[in-house]
């Protein structure tokens, strides 16, 4: 039985207020000889073929303990099975939702397929409305083939050797994030697209239906902030689509900034109906054909003149390297406040964004960094060949990536490449230096609104933001580095930290700001267990501290520098440099991390106004059970 959804609605900036939710024991089955299909599994489940099934825990991965299974050895295709009632009335349409399935799906409903889609990282859905049987019970199966041993496939993290080497861990396989029905009428409101303009005061919505109606249509926007409405406007529906144009008070845009637009400091966020009419039906008391709540916000985000500006203002970047991995349930989020708790622990630690590494977040995430206030920088999973295959599927997964989150004000740029995975010869191929620019122009074409960084770390090709790893362990080296004009002219030109060149043929420093987006690495387990000899080794809790201030001091006395991002947040598996452990809890005393984080930059001395209560450790964390970590 489907239960009504409660909580995050698992897409926040699109909600009908019925959804229900399909997480919890499904039937399972691994297929290692691949006979599932010939054999018809989708009508013919396994039970009546000598085949073994399982229970998992959707939206866990198989690989993961939360599933119920805890398998990391090698299976290429899986099945899922599981029996709901439709919870759908007469007139309506039934939708159902994945959140995510790596790497590609197949879905019946009662034996007919209903959807097909490839990529791990993003949602798709179905209407399953014809393929249901009257009032009694229904049949959903999914048939997952997600090869280990594939490079072309957008991966991130997740290793393709059997056991976890290096920096790459364990594997997520199949359904991942929530799987959930939704009833909703024929002709509909399929998508949102937010875009601010903070310059000219205006915010604009941009709405797409499902299909073209057969009667013509009008929407409606109602836009309110902490209670006062700032917009009631209709306009008609053409081909499906409609566009409506909010000017927001100057006075109010000037005279209470602070109120109306989001930073990290002053998360505000404007809330939001959305409404579709028959466009004869303009009675007060008319009921929509759709509704759907969602929530936007007036924020801007540029470079300019080595600067980074954040709502027109010179802002320093404080940013934590985050992987979202948890020990239970690998990239899923183990519980429903997990995500919430995550953002509340990256403030509690002073940093004012996450740089969210080789993941597609959940939206339940980017819904607590909208909410809360946390900057985001956003990556695409990487693949690690380069061949044609590679470059369709990371561009058409990245199209969706982008689709899917472009209203989240809490995002500010956009990393189609990190390190040169995936294009390891970017020097000295034309292919993949092309491939790379692509990306970067195709991701400003589809939003100009956000910075672009086009090969994160170093070998940058086209860029927004320079963007540098520096992994020295030394303060003194990284003052010499960054810590003048000239010395940042040599770093970038010559000495070429990670023993990679910076700046490829074509690209110049000019009107760049530069940022270190990963350093530190500071390894230290608090469990006196084996540690990870990544970067460095810090013995105890103090000198964790020692060695932490020392570099972050030497990047905030950089003048020429526009942020960093420090490596790592949490332990990740056999990577022991996080600030926190894997179960989220410091290694340091709090208070005096966060006091070093947040410490003035000689960049940008006035960046902060102070009205940011980045709080204690959060006690949602501390004074209950962490299903993931053991006791708090």
């Not at 599932?36 to 991965?61: D, H, K, M």
């Not at 942020?563 to 926190?580: I, P, V």
């Given at each position: 039985m489907?239960?009504p959804g409660?909580?995050?609605?698992p897409?926040?900036?699109?909600?009908?207020d019925?959804?229900?939710?399909?997480s919890?024991?499904w039937?399972?089955s691994?297929?290692?000889?691949?006979?599932?299909l010939?054999?018809?599994?989708?009508?013919?489940w396994?039970?009546?073929?000598g085949?073994?099934?399982?229970?998992?825990?959707?939206?866990?991965?198989p690989?993961?303990?939360?599933s119920?299974?805890?398998?990391?050895?090698?299976?290429r295709?899986l099945?899922y099975?599981r029996?709901?009632?439709?919870?759908?009335?007469?007139?309506?349409r039934?939708?159902l939702h994945f959140?995510?399935?790596?790497?590609?799906?197949q879905?019946?409903?009662?034996?007919?397929?209903?959807?097909?889609h490839?990529?791990?990282?993003t949602?798709?859905?179905?209407?399953?409305?014809?393929?249901?049987v009257?009032s009694?019970?229904?049949?959903?199966v999914?048939?997952?083939?997600?090869?280990p041993?594939?490079?072309e496939?957008?991966?991130g993290?997740q290793?393709?050797?059997e056991?976890?080497?290096?920096?790459?861990?364990?594997?997520?396989?199949?359904?991942?994030?929530?799987?959930?029905l939704?009833?909703?009428?024929a002709?509909?409101?399929?998508?949102?697209?937010?875009?601010?303009?903070?310059?000219?005061?205006?915010l604009?919505?941009d709405?797409?239906?499902?299909?073209?109606?057969?009667?013509p249509?009008?929407?409606r926007?109602?836009?309110?902030?902490?209670?006062?409405?700032l917009?009631?406007?209709?306009?008609?529906?053409?081909?499906?689509?409609a566009?409506?144009?909010v000017?927001?008070?100057?006075?109010?845009?000037?005279?209470?900034?602070?109120?109306?637009?989001?930073s990290?400091?002053?998360?505000?966020?404007?809330?939001?109906?959305?409404?579709l009419?028959?466009?004869?039906?303009?009675?007060?008391?008319?009921?929509?054909?759709?509704?759907v709540g969602?929530?936007?916000?007036?924020?801007?985000?540029?470079?300019s003149?080595?600067?980074?500006?954040?709502?027109?203002?010179?802002?320093?970047?404080?940013?934590v390297?985050?992987?979202?991995?948890?020990?239970?349930?690998?990239l899923?989020?183990p519980?429903?406040?997990?995500?919430?708790?995550?953002?509340?622990?990256?403030?509690?630690?002073?940093?004012?964004g996450v740089?969210?590494?080789?993941?597609?977040?959940d939206p339940?995430?980017?819904?607590?960094?909208?909410?809360?206030?946390?900057?985001?920088?956003?990556?695409?999973?990487?693949?690690y060949?380069?061949?044609?295959?590679?470059v369709d599927?990371i561009?058409?997964?990245?199209?969706e990536?982008?689709?899917?989150?472009y209203?989240?004000?809490?995002?500010?740029?956009?990393?189609?490449?990190?390190?040169?995975?995936?294009?390891?010869?970017?020097?000295?191929?034309a292919?993949?230096?092309?491939f790379?620019?692509a990306?970067?122009h195709?991701t400003?074409?589809?939003?100009?609104?956000?910075?672009?960084?086009g090969?994160?770390?170093w070998?940058?090709?086209?860029?927004?933001v320079?963007t540098?790893?520096?992994?020295t362990?030394?303060?003194?080296?990284?003052?010499?580095r960054?810590g003048?004009?000239?010395?940042?002219i040599d770093?970038?030109?010559?000495?070429?930290?990670?023993?990679?060149?910076?700046?490829?043929?074509?690209?110049?420093?000019?009107?760049?700001p530069v940022?270190?987006?990963e350093?530190?690495?500071?390894?230290?387990?608090?469990?006196?267990g084996?540690?990870w000899?990544?970067?460095?080794?810090?013995?105890?809790?103090e000198?964790?501290?020692?060695?932490y201030?020392?570099?972050?001091?030497?990047?905030l006395?950089?003048?020429?520098?526009?942020?960093?991002?420090?490596?790592?947040?949490?332990?990740t598996?056999?990577?022991k440099?996080?600030?926190?452990?894997?179960?989220?809890k410091?290694?340091?005393?709090?208070?005096?991390?966060?006091?070093?984080t947040?410490r003035?930059?000689a960049a940008?001395?006035?960046?902060?106004?102070?009205?940011?209560?980045?709080?204690?450790?959060?006690p949602?964390?501390?004074?209950?059970?962490i299903?993931?970590g053991?006791?708090?």
């Amino acid at each position: 039985m489907a239960e009504p959804g409660t909580g995050v609605h698992p897409r926040p900036q699109l909600t009908r207020d019925r959804w229900f939710d399909l997480s919890g024991e499904w039937q399972f089955s691994y297929d290692d000889s691949d006979v599932g299909l010939t054999r018809c599994w989708y009508q013919n489940w396994l039970e009546s073929q000598g085949v073994a099934e399982r229970a998992i825990t959707v939206p866990f991965p198989p690989e993961s303990v939360a599933s119920g299974i805890g398998d990391t050895s090698y299976h290429r295709v899986l099945w899922y099975r599981r029996v709901f009632t439709s919870p759908h009335q007469s007139g309506e349409r039934l939708l159902l939702h994945f959140g995510a399935v790596d790497y590609s799906a197949q879905v019946w409903v009662n034996g007919q397929l209903v959807a097909q889609h490839t990529g791990g990282h993003t949602p798709f859905h179905a209407d399953i409305t014809d393929a249901l049987v009257g009032s009694d019970e229904q049949v959903v199966v999914v048939r997952v083939v997600d090869d280990p041993h594939d490079l072309e496939q957008p991966r991130g993290k997740q290793d393709w050797q059997e056991e976890p080497h290096a920096i790459w861990y364990e594997r997520t396989s199949g359904i991942w994030k929530s799987v959930w029905l939704e009833p909703a009428p024929a002709t509909r409101i399929e998508q949102l697209r937010w875009t601010p303009d903070v310059e000219t005061a205006t915010l604009r919505l941009d709405v797409r239906l499902n299909q073209v109606a057969q009667q013509p249509l009008r929407l409606r926007l109602l836009l309110t902030h902490e209670g006062v409405e700032l917009a009631d406007s209709t306009v008609s529906v053409l081909r499906g689509r409609a566009s409506i144009s909010v000017r927001l008070p100057q006075a109010d845009m000037s005279l209470e900034r602070q109120r109306m637009l989001w930073s990290p400091d002053t998360p505000n966020l404007f809330d939001a109906e959305v409404k579709l009419y028959a466009a004869g039906d303009k009675s007060e008391t008319a009921e929509p054909i759709d509704l759907v709540g969602s929530y936007a916000a007036m924020r801007s985000i540029e470079a300019s003149k080595n600067r980074i500006l954040l709502n027109g203002r010179p802002y320093f970047l404080r940013l934590v390297l985050d992987q979202c991995y948890w020990t239970e349930s690998h990239l899923a989020i183990p519980d429903p406040d997990a995500a919430r708790r995550e953002v509340e622990l990256v403030r509690s630690l002073g940093f004012n964004g996450v740089r969210l590494h080789q993941k597609v977040a959940d939206p339940s995430f980017l819904y607590w960094c909208d909410r809360l206030g946390l900057l985001v920088w956003a990556e695409m999973p990487a693949a690690y060949e380069f061949t044609t295959r590679t470059v369709d599927r990371i561009t058409r997964e990245w199209l969706e990536i982008q689709q899917r989150d472009y209203s989240h004000p809490c995002i500010i740029a956009w990393v189609p490449v990190n390190e040169s995975w995936g294009v390891p010869n970017l020097a000295s191929s034309a292919p993949q230096r092309s491939f790379v620019a692509a990306l970067y122009h195709l991701t400003k074409a589809l939003d100009p609104t956000r910075l672009v960084v086009g090969n994160d770390g170093w070998e940058q090709v086209v860029t927004d933001v320079i963007t540098v790893h520096d992994y020295t362990s030394r303060a003194e080296v990284l003052r010499q580095r960054y810590g003048s004009d000239a010395g940042m002219i040599d770093t970038l030109e010559d000495v070429q930290p990670g023993y990679r060149t910076v700046l490829l043929p074509g690209m110049s420093r000019d009107g760049h700001p530069v940022m270190i987006t990963e350093f530190g690495g500071i390894s230290h387990d608090g469990d006196g267990g084996p540690s990870w000899h990544g970067y460095s080794v810090a013995r105890t809790s103090e000198e964790l501290l020692e060695r932490y201030r020392a570099l972050v001091d030497a990047l905030l006395d950089a003048p020429a520098i526009s942020g960093f991002c420090y490596t790592q947040f949490t332990d990740t598996l056999q990577e022991k440099n996080g600030l926190l452990t894997a179960d989220r809890k410091p290694k340091a005393d709090l208070a005096t991390l966060r006091s070093i984080t947040r410490r003035p930059s000689a960049a940008v001395p006035a960046d902060e106004i102070g009205s940011f209560d980045y709080g204690d450790y959060p006690p949602t964390v501390m004074d209950t059970q962490i299903s993931y970590g053991g006791a708090p």
